[in-house]
Nanobody, 116 residues
Framework: QVQLVESGGGLVQPGGSLRLSCAAS????????MGWYRQTPGKQRELVTT???????DYADSVKGRFTISRTNAENRVWLQMNSLKPEDTGVYYC??????????WGEGTQVTVSS
């Protein structure tokens, strides 16, 4: 059974920080590209950032310089450090694990709300 469980979401003021975590089980974690996506009601789910098994990262232009993705392979865990948060960062954040184009798994999401 494959399971991705996100944690760390919550309510934060603009300019604040949050650190999300995604714990993976049921996969050979070291082989997978991990990613974070987010979705706002009425809007398409969008890519936030990815990190390959080799450590190569990619970020959406909207979060470059503010967000950092990392992974701890020994713990089968991927992190998303979010700094200088803006109201437009609000949404449900989903953890994704992808093995090339063959397999893709999703967590259930964690809510991030940036509001004063």
């Amino acid at each position: 059974q494959v399971q991705l469980v996100e944690s760390g979401g919550g309510l934060v003021q603009p300019g604040g920080s949050l650190r999300l975590s995604c714990a993976a089980s049921g996969i050979n974690f070291r082989l997978y590209t991990m990613g974070w996506y987010r979705q706002t009601p009425g809007k398409q789910r969008e890519l936030v950032t990815t990190i390959t098994n080799g450590g190569t990262t990619d970020y959406a232009d909207s979060v470059k310089g503010r967000f950092t993705i990392s992974r701890t392979n020994a713990e089968n865990r991927v992190w998303l450090q979010m700094n200088s948060l803006k109201p437009e960062d609000t949404g449900v954040y989903y953890c994704n694990a992808a093995l090339g184009r063959s397999r893709s798994y999703w967590g259930e999401g964690t809510q991030v709300t940036v509001s004063s």
